[in-house]
């Protein structure tokens, strides 16, 4: 049944009626819809798109440090397009995507490890792997570099062991950008899990158990049957996680202090954003970089469905 | 998650303007209240005494502390200005006074000094003259804060090495580094750290160099090199941790837990230092040694008025009377800074009697003014990345500081132009 009875007959009568050629006149139950809609609306209008379109205005300004601004057309774009640190820093952010995106595989086994008949504690395990996902970034940030300290860090001290050299590992140009992307892994598979658990879930038992009867292991039914029927899911969670790394900001910012010699291999188009706006006092610039920040998530995200035909299957 | 952070560190600014500002009391009934805007909490003691004796006389006026955290204190300072809630005083530092100056937001002060006579010529003159721009003074010193050289007595009598004094040089400080430095016992002679106000600028102006002349760079200048490379060249001998190294534990706290001998640090770090008991007992303290030239950067902060404030009458009352003897007493004995007042040290000296303090008063002779221009930000936000890998032992310091020197030229000709 559909949660929202009213929309869909006002969609069904609009068919109809947009065929007679006159629009369908909103009726009472309609206007609830709305009613019901509007907090959310509301919420997006002015928290997203008002200061969206504010942003774009602001890209083709030179803006004063105490307000004022003046039309200086397209010069912050031609800024950022000549700035080297902006090539890196979209560099950097593409790297942080693809090591962000390696929470996936990991959440799919671990989701399909954690579905396994007769397993006992999951909601345990479930808790454990979430509860990095919903700690404070700030939290996070400091205790990893704790383990990652050079001097006195754990890491150090187990690698040791192993005979491994010491190194600092959010110091170290060469290191950094990994050790802060396996961070970021770290604390968001726990979400990706969850969605894959529910996911998983919802793949009815029989096909596993057909298959089984067939012969098929369990690495095979893997396979064929729980990853072409995740695929949906699959699908919603690479985009939410492409969007998120591309806009990451805070670990690293937490994680990096201003004098560490890595800071330049790893900072991301949304710290540049941030120095610009709000430590160098240019917010035009800063406006121009967030605008083709977002243009550039738009387009991964609109080839992402257009890929999708290709691989996802739905039922 | 990441959005909620972002969403927040703006939304809180807008905020908590709007909570502090705007209430400040009426000029009507008779009674005037100024909002004071500060950041830092060790001091807030103090200035509510030098208040308490401010409104003891002037009983129409009273002032009330805005403290905001160092964090959040600039973008709040700058949305507040916007919105027309900026306290009516408020602590000013170098790095940020040409920005507010030259937007037109602080009040000139020239004419109330003159009409006053604001005792400005027992402040330092090279800090008086960080806050005037163009000619014209918008902020009065309230303190100052000079580098010397901080170095651990018990590791120098462990070498047996005889302790620094006004007469050492760059040649005997490498001495020393050397034999005081201990692999075995992760103990290092020298924190040759990445660091502006502590090291590179006395350094580059220890060598004869400059950070910043007639709105040139000297980065690119052989000298400025030279005061980079005493730096580096510890790095590169082993005499200092690499930078990598000093970005997880910073020089400082290597101090504290004795780990490194020698370190050039802020006079503002004493009561600090004083705290740790074992430095309390074999801390010393000694004027910055020699290179080609004596030098230390002096910085301080100053109190300035908005010029939005609708009570500057009793805005310039408040920020006279800090700039005066009796202020700079009170300042001097609630002993976190040095203030600026000539001859009312005394009291922050007697405060912590181990320590040589007052080295870092005799250096004012020949201390250079931090740095400083219209956006200094930007050029400041240059050096670190630039200079990381030569810190770090990688070399390549030469090239590294021309390169900054270009760059740094580059946003200073953009500021001018704009």
Redesign the interface.
Known sequence: MSVFPATAAAKAKGRGTTAAGSRPRPRKNQRAAYLFIAPLGIGFAV?YFWPLLQTFAFSFT?F????GHTFIGGDNYARVIKDVTVWQALGNTLIYSAIGLTALPIAIVVASLLNRRGLRGVALYRALYFVP?VTL??AVGLVW?WL?????GLLNEVLGRLGVDRN?W????STAVYAIGAVMVWSTTGYYLIIFMAGIKGIPRDYHEAAELDGAGALRRFFTITLPLLSPTLFFASIICMI?SL????LIYIMM????????DTQSI?GLFY?WA?????QGAAAALAFLLMLLIAALTFLQFRLQKRWVHYG | MRRRTLLGGALAAPLLAACSGGGGGSEGGGRTTLSYGMWDPAQAPGMEKIIAAFEKEHPRISVRIELTPWASYWTTLKTSMRGGTAPDVFWMNAVNFQLYASSGVLEPLSGHIKADATPVDRHPEALVRLYAYRGTQYGLPKDFDTVGLWYNKALFDKAGIAYPDASWTWDDVRDAAAELTNPRERVHGFAAEMDRQGKIYPAVCGAGGYILRDGRSGFGDERSIEGLRFLTDMVDRGWSPPQSAMTESVGRVRYWSEKVAMNYDLSAMAGQMYAVPALKDHGGIAVLPKGRRRATIIHGLANVISAKSRKKEAAWEFVHFMAGRRAAGIQAEAGVTISSYEGTQDAWLKSMPEFDLKNFIDMQEYAVPYPSSENTAVWENLQYPLLGAAFSGKGGVESAARTLGEQMDRALKEESGS
Request: glycine residues 10%.
């Open positions: 928290f030179e004063g440090a105490f307000g996902f970034p700030v570099n990652y300290n050079g001097d006195y600092h959010v110091s170290d140009p998120n806009q990451t900001f805070d202090a201003e004098k560490n010699p890595a800071i330049g949304v120095k709000f430590i160098e006092n240019a």
